[in-house]
């Protein structure tokens, strides 16, 4: 088997609970052609750099797939069909990255940053 580095861009009309839904359904196909899903990241709504079909923003998802050449086939031909999705990139890797995304791991790191920063002074009302 294949491992595959799989990002998918839909538009920014639909909810994140439909983009998480076609991430679920590329993880039944996967399944369904013999191969495992290994990660699943969904990254958001973010900013396109310029128009793609109109649309100014788009639903990231990064998948981590271990699977047969046939099984990726059938799910970049169903993507294709689908009118939900702006654009798909399909990369062959040696080993599946397993790690958070350096652009979930930052927001991970922000988050943690601010859980530990004391509160500020001016923010409390102070009486006379």
Avoid: F
């Amino acid at each position: 088997m294949a491992l595959y580095e799989h990002t998918v861009m839909t538009r920014q009309d639909i909810s994140a609970q439909q983009a998480e839904a076609l991430n679920d359904t590329i993880k039944d196909l996967i399944v369904a052609g013999g191969g495992t899903v290994a990660k699943i990241e969904y990254w958001g709504l973010r900013n396109l750099t310029y128009r793609v079909k109109k649309n100014r923003k788009a639903h990231y998802s990064l998948l981590a797939i271990d699977t047969p050449p046939a099984a990726m086939a059938e799910v970049e031909r169903q993507l294709g069909i689908n009118e939900d999705v702006l654009r798909w990139l399909t990369v062959k890797v040696e080993e599946l990255d397993l790690e958070l995304s350096p652009l979930l791991a930052r927001r991970e790191r922000e988050r943690e940053r601010d859980r530990d920063r004391p509160a500020r002074t001016d923010d409390v009302a102070v009486e006379a």
